[in-house]
């Protein structure tokens, strides 16, 4: 048989075995080849930023705001400079929240805030010693002291005051509720620290609700008809003041809601439970000491690794090249190392 009858009855035969197998395990290639595709297409995608120069950050609107010593400027997703301003000196600090940046002179306890336009909408306000700034939902609270009280300023996303209120007690965390606000409160006092939960009325009175010696409070969520109350020591769950149940840790890290469940970073573990309190997945996380929440995820990081989870769990695992200092979320993940940015899709 010749050369060129032989090809053509080899290529005959592959063909044959080839549609063969190809119509028998139809289903599982195009299943592999769509696999395949949802990887490409779910793969995290970024690039690197270069930004060696930087003390203070805050990450907004697909813009990058740096303090570095008394120079403020913001630049793009691309490293490109969009504005800058020269401060009087260099002790200010920086606190953004909610598209505002409130740059901060506690010399003279004046106050800069601009929008992320580098707009100024307040220039040198007066405010108290600035404690912390908060974004609770869309309002914004700043948390300050003259020295004796405390004072809490809750203003909208316009920056107009709604109200304000004095107390012995410093508040560290507050949510509005049908009948008032709810206020999370460190007290001192002869007897040591406590932490006080309450309830503000329209009078501006703080009604007790619960209070508990020796504990420092972090911050506190109201779910249906419960109150959970984050510690140094103890997560609580609580209802109409009663403790309900608790979660113990030494090493506390951090505690944040997910979708429908709540994790605890604390003594090297994860620890997932529902709103009872229940356990629903756990696990160790050594070297990872940082956590920040996302929509309904949460990134867990430390060192060159982050761990994306979920209400049910772990979803994904992050590998970088240089030491995570810290990360940020805007409209995706950003992750800040010594001498620049990663900016995920």
Same mark, same amino acid.
């Given at each position: 048989?010749?050369?060129?009858?032989?090809?053509? @009855?080899?290529?005959?035969?592959?063909?044959?075995?080839?549609?063969?197998?190809?119509?028998?395990?139809?289903?599982?290639? @195009?299943?592999?080849?769509?696999?395949?595709?949802?990887?490409?297409?779910?793969?995290?995608?970024?690039?690197?930023?270069?930004?060696?120069?930087?003390?203070?950050?805050? @990450?907004?609107?697909?813009?990058?705001?740096?303090?570095?010593?008394?120079?403020?400027?913001?630049?793009?997703?691309? +490293?490109?400079?969009?504005?800058? #301003?020269?401060? $009087?000196?260099?002790?200010? &600090?920086?606190?953004?929240?909610? +598209?505002?940046?409130?740059?901060?002179? $506690?010399? %003279?306890?004046? %106050? $800069?805030? !601009?929008?992320? /336009?580098?707009?100024?909408?307040?220039?040198?306000?007066?405010?108290?010693?600035?404690?912390?700034?908060?974004?609770? +939902?869309?309002?914004?609270?700043?948390?300050?002291?003259?020295?004796?009280?405390?004072?809490?300023?809750?203003?909208?996303?316009?920056?107009?005051? /709604?109200?304000?209120?004095?107390? =012995?007690?410093?508040?560290?965390?507050?949510?509005?509720?049908?009948?008032?606000?709810? *206020?999370?409160? !460190?007290? &001192?006092?002869?007897?040591? !620290?406590?932490? @006080?939960?309450?309830?503000?009325?329209? =009078?501006?009175?703080?009604?007790?609700?619960?209070?508990?010696?020796?504990?420092?409070?972090?911050?506190?969520?109201?779910?249906?008809?419960?109150? *959970?109350?984050? %510690?140094? #020591?103890?997560?609580?769950?609580?209802?109409?003041?009663?403790?309900?149940?608790?979660?113990?840790?030494?090493?506390?890290?951090?505690?944040?809601?997910?979708?429908?469940?709540?994790?605890?970073?604390?003594?090297?573990?994860?620890?997932?439970?529902?709103?009872?309190?229940?356990?629903?997945?756990?696990?160790?996380?050594? +070297?990872?000491?940082?956590?920040?929440?996302?929509?309904?995820?949460?990134?867990?990081?430390?060192?060159? /690794?982050? =761990? =994306?989870?979920?209400?049910?769990?772990?979803?994904?695992? *992050?590998?970088?090249?240089?030491? *995570? /200092? &810290?990360?940020?979320?805007?409209?995706?993940?950003?992750?800040?190392? &010594?001498?620049?940015?990663?900016?995920?899709?």
């Amino acid at each position: 048989m010749k050369l060129g009858k032989w090809l053509f @009855v080899l290529f005959f035969v592959l063909f044959v075995i080839s549609s063969a197998f190809a119509f028998f395990y139809s289903e599982e290639i @195009v299943s592999f080849i769509n696999n395949k595709q949802d990887e490409r297409e779910n793969s995290l995608q970024y690039r690197y930023v270069e930004l060696p120069y930087k003390e203070q950050v805050y @990450v907004d609107n697909g813009k990058i705001f740096i303090l570095n010593k008394s120079d403020f400027k913001a630049v793009d997703y691309s +490293g490109k400079e969009l504005y800058k #301003r020269k401060l $009087d000196h260099d002790k200010f &600090r920086m606190i953004g929240v909610n +598209g505002y940046i409130f740059l901060i002179d $506690d010399s %003279t306890n004046s %106050t $800069d805030v !601009l929008d992320h /336009e580098n707009h100024l909408i307040f220039e040198e306000a007066s405010y108290n010693h600035i404690n912390s700034i908060k974004n609770i +939902g869309k309002d914004i609270v700043i948390f300050s002291d003259d020295g004796l009280n405390f004072e809490t300023a809750i203003y909208d996303d316009y920056m107009e005051e /709604e109200i304000s209120f004095m107390s =012995k007690d410093a508040a560290v965390d507050l949510i509005k509720v049908k009948d008032g606000i709810k *206020i999370f409160s !460190l007290r &001192r006092d002869s007897g040591g !620290l406590s932490a @006080v939960f309450g309830l503000l009325n329209e =009078k501006k009175e703080i009604n007790l609700i619960l209070e508990l010696e020796g504990y420092v409070p972090i911050k506190f969520y109201v779910d249906g008809k419960a109150d *959970i109350l984050v %510690t140094d #020591r103890e997560a609580l769950l609580t209802r109409g003041g009663v403790v309900e149940k608790k979660l113990s840790y030494n090493n506390f890290m951090g505690f944040e809601k997910l979708k429908d469940n709540y994790i605890i970073l604390a003594d090297g573990n994860y620890t997932i439970v529902d709103n009872n309190f229940n356990i629903i997945d756990s696990g160790e996380v050594k +070297g990872l000491d940082n956590i920040v929440q996302s929509n309904d995820h949460a990134y867990i990081y430390g060192g060159r /690794e982050i =761990k =994306k989870f979920g209400d049910d769990g772990l979803i994904e695992e *992050i590998k970088t090249e240089h030491d *995570i /200092e &810290r990360i940020h979320i805007s409209n995706g993940l950003i992750v800040e190392f &010594r001498n620049g940015f990663l900016i995920y899709n």
